[in-house]
Structures are given as structure tokens and as C-alpha cells.
């Protein structure tokens, strides 16, 4: 019944823009924390950015600093991440996912994930 669906993925070159959707359904939007993550083949899962329900907090890795923007409209029940000035190092398959306990770096506090959409960057 929880879903959340990862859209907007695709293939760009180094220095374009993507803009990732998430939307969520089965949960109480506002009160989740929203987050994003990103897998590479051959790595761990790594945190990118995160949303405090009320989108008044927000937190970014420093890979992404400066670069990546993380936002949410409640009434759509959506999270986004804008992306641009991308590198191929950005080229990863992109989860969203949603939080409870409140605005958290670590995957394992996140309670919902999505499916993930594939991100690939080429220089």
C-alpha cells in the first residue's frame, strides 16, 4: 500500500540537468522526512539529500554541494531532486525514500524506498 515511484531519470552528458520526482502514497506525506540516495555498480548505497517534513530543513552530501537541490511540494505528496552540473561520478541508480523518525543521513533510519531510477552521466 506504501509506494514511493522514482521518475525522471535518464541519460545526459557531463554538465546537463535532470530533475528526479518521487511520489509517495499510502503515507502521511508531511510527516515523513524525505531523502534521497544513490547506488553506483559495485558500491554501497550513499546519501545525496534529505527534507525535513516540513521542507524547512535540508541536507546535502558533499559530493553534491552547490550542484544538486532537494524540495518537496506536501500537496502533491512529491519530492524532487534537481540536478545540475552533472559528472559521470553522479551516474548511479537514484532511490527515494521516507522517514519517520525525522531528517536522517543514514539509510537504515529510512522506513519506506522506492524502486530507484537509473542516472547516467557520460563525458
Known amino acids: 500500500q506504501v509506494q514511493l515511484v522514482e521518475s525522471g531519470g535518464g541519460l545526459v552528458q557531463a554538465g546537463g540537468s535532470l530533475r528526479l520526482s518521487c511520489a509517495a502514497s499510502?503515507?502521511?506525506?508531511?510527516?515523513?522526512?524525505m531523502g534521497w540516495f544513490r547506488q553506483a555498480p559495485g558500491k554501497e548505497r550513499e546519501f545525496v539529500s534529505a527534507?525535513?517534513?516540513?521542507?524547512?530543513?535540508?541536507d546535502y552530501a558533499d559530493s553534491v554541494k552547490g550542484r544538486f537541490s532537494i524540495s518537496r511540494d506536501n500537496a502533491k505528496n512529491t519530492v524532487y531532486l534537481q540536478m545540475n552540473s552533472l559528472k559521470p561520478e553522479d551516474t548511479a541508480v537514484y532511490y527515494c525514500?521516507?522517514?519517520?523518525?525525522?531528517?536522517?543521513?543514514?539509510?537504515?533510519?529510512?522506513?519506506?524506498w522506492g524502486q530507484g531510477t537509473q542516472v547516467t552521466v557520460s563525458s
Open positions: 499510502g503515507i502521511t506525506f508531511r510527516a515523513y522526512a
Open positions: 527534507i525535513s517534513g516540513s521542507g524547512g530543513r535540508t
Open positions: 525514500a521516507a522517514d519517520f523518525g525525522g531528517l536522517s543521513l543514514r539509510t537504515s533510519s529510512y522506513d519506506y
